[in-house]
């Protein structure tokens, strides 16, 4: 997560000048692209814990099968 997090930092501090050259200059504009950044950190972040909580339920399922069946998890 935190080279997503870094990654879409360095997107917001490329894009805010680019939008205030181009004459973006209302607050509504910068306040929707916070908004956005937020937003996507918030996904990445979900995402990112979704992932590791499927990986800890179908490892610690797959483990106990072994253990029930062959007695300890180094056991093919």
């Not at 935190?2 to 306040?31: I, K």
């Not at 979704?50 to 797959?62: A, M, N, P, S």
């Amino acid at each position: 997560m935190r080279f997503g997090v870094g990654a879409l930092a360095l997107l917001v501090a490329a894009t805010v000048p680019a939008l205030l050259f181009a004459g973006a200059t209302t607050v509504r504009g910068l306040g929707w692209l916070v908004v956005l950044a937020v937003g996507a950190v918030l996904f990445i972040d979900l995402g990112d814990r979704l992932t590791e909580w499927v990986e800890r339920r179908r490892w610690g399922r797959l483990a106990r099968l072994r253990r029930e069946r062959y007695g300890s998890d180094d056991t093919p």
